[in-house]
């Protein structure tokens, strides 16, 4: 059975960091895609960014290009999510995501939450100002 945990979030003033980071198991990542999504009161759920874990191709939303970085660690069976220079606007529960890779048609794809098959159940990141 396919199981996704993340960790790391927490409350982080404006300007810190946080990595986040999604255990997996039941799975050969180099099959599958590995997204992370967030979701704030009130508002769809929305793609951040992705891997796709057999050419090591990676995707992200325009509003966190620059700041944050997704990765694999395959030894530890992790995909991570290091958030710099976070935002207010960055507070949300954030979601780690997998599917297998020959369920995607287009790119586009991966970073939309109604492709996914398998979730986790979320971390909260709060950032303060």
């Known amino acids: 059975e396919v199981q996704l945990v993340e960790s790391g979030g927490g409350l982080v003033q404006a300007g810190g960091s946080l990595r986040l980071a999604c255990a997996h198991s039941g799975f050969s990542f180099d099959d599958y895609a590995v997204a992370w999504f967030r979701q704030a009161p009130g508002k769809e759920r929305e793609g951040v960014s992705c891997i796709n874990g057999s050419d090591s191709t990676t995707y992200y939303v325009d509003s966190v290009k620059g700041r944050f970085t997704i990765s694999s660690d395959n030894a530890k069976n992790t995909v991570y999510l290091q958030m710099n220079s976070l935002k207010p606007e960055d507070t949300a529960v954030y979601y780690c995501?997998?599917?297998?890779?020959?369920?995607?048609?287009?790119?586009?794809?991966?970073?939309?939450?109604?492709?996914?098959?398998?979730w986790g159940k979320g971390t909260l990141v709060t950032v303060f100002s």
């Open positions: 995501a997998a599917d297998v890779l020959t369920s995607f048609l287009y790119e586009l794809e991966y970073m939309s939450p109604w492709e996914y098959d398998d």
